[in-house]
């Protein structure tokens, strides 16, 4: 008798037999019944092999997936019915898994049609309908009647191979194998590079990078050149970060013009503008980040520019500070401002009271964050050839002026094996992630020349994570727990670990980045390196909702709960391991799940909830902000490039909550850090049912500014000439 050895799939496609994959659908359908003998499944997928034995004896013919299921659901029915009258428990498993399958057939079915009438195409997809109409409005590929052309395994397979034709490259390589493996791991959804990646890869203008900086010197001319470069790098989807503090302060004298300069805040607004009326390769906004260092002389104005959200909107902006500046707040010492046009101090301000007006802005609505410019600079891997002084839009990648970065993401919530983290497998993944990493950089379109130069000189990628609070769940880990942060680093160093050997090994097999011998490695004992930097944390906002899991490093936000995206579009998410672990208990029931919605997604007081799961299943706002710092720093301490992670808030908490918090961020190591306090802004991304509109409060007083004004040693005249303080704003 032949044994069957392939099977065909809904798409056509023809792959190896594995009696395991009948083996756990069955079981899965017995678990949701009450099953709890796994022999049971086996049992059944022994007898569903021996029949297709029979049936597809010819070696010529491949039994679909189809036709497999017909057999499981029909010796499901039929060994119910062969049962003892007397072996009624029995009967009613078999029986209820026969209609369990059926069931879960049906629903399957149903969702592959809404997926096809989603798309207006038939799909064998296997991506989720949420993350289908994601895929539909922002990443498939479009005609000329904007009509969507390809299905999301067709996106996949586009991207694949565009980026495995870099293996051309190089001797011993085999694109047409690699893009079977590249292919491979993204369908399966272990792994996915950025957003630009997946958009533009294999089209007209394939610049495939996400994040960007851009110089912005003090002159005219340098500020509208970076703007141009700005719009160009988001027509295609990237984003852009610029540290403004070149630019001279507001006031100063201009000797071309004769005239005065009206300061780095005016010209942000001229970025914000732009970006504003570009649609980032009309699938998604522009995105910027705006520095300012917290010696220059127009800090205030930066510092309070965002205190009415609805300015400045395109950009999230953050003050550049140094270690000496956070001495100085500990000591309450003043310190200088100076004047970038000619290095001279033109101020003191108070860095204490400096500080206390950065974190009342944070708990106001978020901004600004700080970016820790020595600790950026201490890790710089090229020093030779310039320095860190900004980073992406979310902040987690630091870039010389002109650098790019391109990043992706594994989706560690997969690696799970008998109740520990499947690190033999997450170690390949790892290689070929940093492998498709790598060869992003050969198959991008940079757009400028200056760009494409010194990413070809540095090679920098950045592989992180997603799905880290899945993760948690599965190995039944409080995030806000001494265990939490102990997987935390145990899992990146494995990361960087990995990542760093694969990269060692590309630079030997292909070459090392071209600044290498200008780098920090050959003083470390490297011989060779690939790239300058290989880890990094990104927010993986869209990519883990397409991958259907959770955002990078964050805590569950919610267990249900709506995310507002695309235009203002709703989707509904639900936690899918805390509805199974509830229907094993025999607990789920929409009446539940609605409580918890209305609880603000948190379990912690719902009574239904057994204890147990209270502890695994922590929110965002269930967990203290120290442990949101603490896991940022976890993962900082074995991540080459920074971390993007929001540190959270309850609407209760007070200012002195949020200056803990920037002051713990220091003191762990973090290299910069993002708070947001929950419905402190009118427009939120997130939203729970009982959200409440914004108050609107002023940070910037009287009494602040007169604190501000009283610590400063400068004269009043002077300190009118140099420093323009906000307008004074009521409560």
């Known amino acids: 008798m032949a044994q069957i050895r392939h099977v065909q799939k809904r798409d056509g496609s023809v792959v190896k037999f594995d009696q395991d994959k009948i083996t756990e659908a069955i079981w899965k359908a017995a678990q949701s019944v009450g099953g709890t003998d796994h022999t049971m499944a086996e049992k059944i997928s022994g007898q569903v092999a021996t029949i297709l034995e029979v049936f597809f004896k010819d070696e010529s013919t491949i039994p679909t997936v189809e036709q497999i299921q017909d057999f499981v659901e029909k010796i499901l029915m039929e060994n119910g019915a062969r049962l003892r009258p007397d072996d009624v428990l029995s009967e009613n498993v078999h029986a209820k898994t026969a209609k369990a399958y059926i069931l879960y057939r049906e629903e399957h079915k149903k ?28 990443y498939l590929l479009r005609d000329e009647n904007h009509n969507v052309i390809e299905t999301p395994e067709e996106m996949m397979r586009r991207v694949a191979h565009a980026v495995a034709q870099s293996d051309k490259n190089y001797k011993g390589a085999n694109a047409e194998q690699t893009e079977q493996k590249f292919y491979d791991l993204l369908t399966s959804l272990d792994f996915l590079p950025n957003s630009p990646t997946l958009m533009n890869a294999d089209t007209e203008r394939p610049q495939l990078a996400g994040c960007f900086v851009i110089d912005v010197e003090d002159s005219i001319e340098s500020i509208f050149d970076a703007v141009k470069k700005t719009a160009m790098i988001h027509q295609t989807g990237g984003g852009t970060g610029f540290n403004f503090s070149k630019i001279r302060p507001k ?11 009206s ?42 520019c965002k205190e009415n959200e609805n300015k400045i909107t395109n950009f999230n902006i953050s003050v550049g500070v140094t270690g000496e500046f956070m001495k100085s707040v500990e000591r309450n010492e003043d310190y200088d401002l100076i004047n970038p046009h000619n290095g001279q101090a033109v101020n003191r301000l108070n860095a204490r009271s400096v500080f206390e007006l950065i974190v009342a802005g944070a708990w106001k609505n978020g901004e600004p964050g700080l970016i820790f410019l020595d600790r950026i600079e201490e890790e710089n891997p090229t020093p030779e050839i310039g320095k860190l002084e900004a980073t992406n839009p979310c902040g987690e990648q630091p870039l010389l002026p002109y650098e790019a970065c391109n990043l992706g993401s594994i989706n560690v919530s997969h690696f799970t094996k008998n109740g520990d983290l499947d690190l033999d497998r997450l170690a390949q993944t790892i290689e070929l992630a940093v492998h498709f990493l790598d060869n992003v950089i050969d198959a991008g379109d940079y757009l400028l020349p200056e760009i494409n130069n010194i990413v070809h000189a540095n090679r920098k990628i950045g592989l992180g994570i997603m799905g880290f609070a899945d993760l948690l769940v599965q190995l039944e880990i409080p995030y806000n727990s001494p265990m939490g942060i102990q997987l935390a680093e145990k899992l990146m160093e494995f990361i960087q670990n990995h990542a760093k050997k694969t990269s060692e090994k590309l630079g030997e097999i292909r070459g090392s980045f071209p600044n290498f011998a200008k780098s920090v490695y050959p003083g470390k004992g490297f011989k060779h390196m690939r790239n300058a930097t290989v880890t990094t944390i990104a927010p993986t906002g869209t990519l883990a909702m397409i991958a259907e899991c959770s955002s990078g490093i964050e805590p569950l936000y919610a267990i249900v709960y709506t995310k507002e995206v695309l235009d203002k579009n709703e989707l509904i998410y639900t936690n899918r391991y805390f509805e199974e672990e509830l229907k094993n208990r025999d607990l789920y029931g929409k009446d539940l799940m609605r409580k918890i919605s209305q609880n603000n997604g948190s379990v912690q007081t719902i009574r239904e909830v057994p204890a ?20 940022q720093a976890a993962f900082q301490k074995h991540t080459d490039n920074a971390i993007s992670k929001t540190i959270n808030f309850s609407a ?21 850090i993002t708070i947001y306090r929950n419905k402190s802004r009118t427009a939120q991304v997130f939203k729970h049912d009982t959200a409440e509109e914004n108050q609107q409060v002023s940070i910037f007083d009287e009494k602040t500014a007169e604190r501000i004004a009283k610590n400063s040693r400068f004269s009043a005249t002077q300190k009118a000439k140099q420093v323009e303080l906000p307008p004074i704003q009521s409560n």
């Not at 209760?652 to 910069?672: R, S, W």
């Open 111 to 138: 969702i592959r049609e809404k997926r096809a009438d989603l798309l207006g195409m038939e799909t064998t997809s296997k991506f989720s309908v949420n993350a289908i109409k994601v895929l539909k409005q922002r």
């Open 251 to 261: 006031g100063d004298y201009v000797e071309t013009t004769h005239g005065t300069s």
């Open 263 to 304: 300061g780095p805040v005016s010209f942000m607004k001229v970025f914000d503008t732009a970006t504003g009326t570009m649609k980032s390769g009309g699938k998604r906004r522009g995105a910027n980040m705006g520095i300012l260092n917290v010696n220059h002389p127009d800090i205030l104005e930066f510092i309070t």
């Open 612 to 631: 147990e799961l209270k502890k695994i299943y922590v929110t965002t706002e269930d967990i203290a902000p120290e442990w949101h710092v603490k896991m």
């Open 652 to 672: 209760e908490a007070t200012i002195e909550e949020v200056k803990n918090a920037y002051l713990l961020a220091y003191e762990l190591g973090c290299k910069g």
